[in-house]
């Protein structure tokens, strides 16, 4: 589905993405992990068309990126870092807003539904959580139908609870066939969610594959750290005593 191959960005002579090279499969999860500055968001925002490519190439479903940049819109979600709303529109018109600039037509009802979202229908952004404006922003990316789903670190700032509900949903959209890339900080998050994972650190790629196998290769160099396993974290108590399931 997706072919990055060679990608380049450039900043005042200084590369922050350095030929970075990597694919991603039809319904597949790809996760690309790295501390701050390491060039993720940056080689993200090429991917999407926001950003220009200095060097190399993104395939996105057999189209040139930087060639089909409106064509490439038309088929993506976004669902950014900090996403921004208008005011003072209920949640089901902007939606039906969202649509509209796709030439398209949505049961809004049902978009909110499935983002358990639909009590809100006729709320304001400024009236929910920081979990419900996420998720909120997800439907509004996937008004369209995407066939791949950008996500910029989708749960920074959240609470436990709200933040394994949004793993649910990522979940659900994985199952829609829809091709998910994102970004994260939580490695936990990583692990759960992403089918690979590319971990980046100063714009260069320097391992890609499953969680699981990475794992594996570090333990095969003769990695160990102390063992001291608990039956529960504090997580799972918090999770417990409040109660997995989203509250209004």
């Not at 395939?59 to 669902?79: F, L």
């Not at 499953?210 to 990695?223: A, I």
């Amino acid at each position: 589905m997706i072919v990055v191959k060679d990608l380049v960005k450039t900043y005042d002579g200084q590369k922050v993405v350095k030929g970075i090279s990597f694919t991603v499969e039809k319904s597949e999860i790809f996760g690309i992990l790295g501390p701050n500055g390491a060039g993720k968001t940056t080689a993200l925002e090429m991917m999407e068309a926001l950003r220009e490519i200095d060097g190399g190439s993104v395939m996105i479903d057999g189209i040139n990126v930087a060639k089909n940049p409106q064509k490439i819109r038309s088929i993506i979600g976004v669902q950014p870092q900090s996403p921004a709303f208008q005011d003072k529109t209920k949640l089901s018109e902007l939606l039906e807003l969202f649509a509209a600039a796709y030439g398209e037509k949505v049961d809004a009802k049902k978009f909110l539904s499935e983002v358990d979202l639909l009590d809100k229908a006729n709320s304001y952004i400024d009236q929910l959580s920081g979990g419900q404006k996420q998720r909120f922003s997800i439907a509004a990316a996937l008004v369209h139908n995407p066939k791949v789903f950008f996500m910029d670190e989708p749960t920074t700032g959240l609470d436990p609870q709200a933040r394994r509900n949004l793993w649910d949903l990522v979940g659900a959209i994985k199952k829609r066939g829809i091709t998910v890339v994102m970004t994260t900080h939580y490695m936990e998050e990583a692990e759960f969610l992403c089918d690979r994972v590319a971990i980046m650190d100063n714009g260069n790629i320097i391992a890609t594959d499953t969680p699981k196998n990475l794992v594996r290769q570090l333990l095969n160099r003769g990695f160990k750290k102390k063992q001291h396993v608990e039956q529960a974290n504090l997580e799972d108590v918090f999770i417990d005593l409040t109660g997995k399931n989203l509250k209004p």
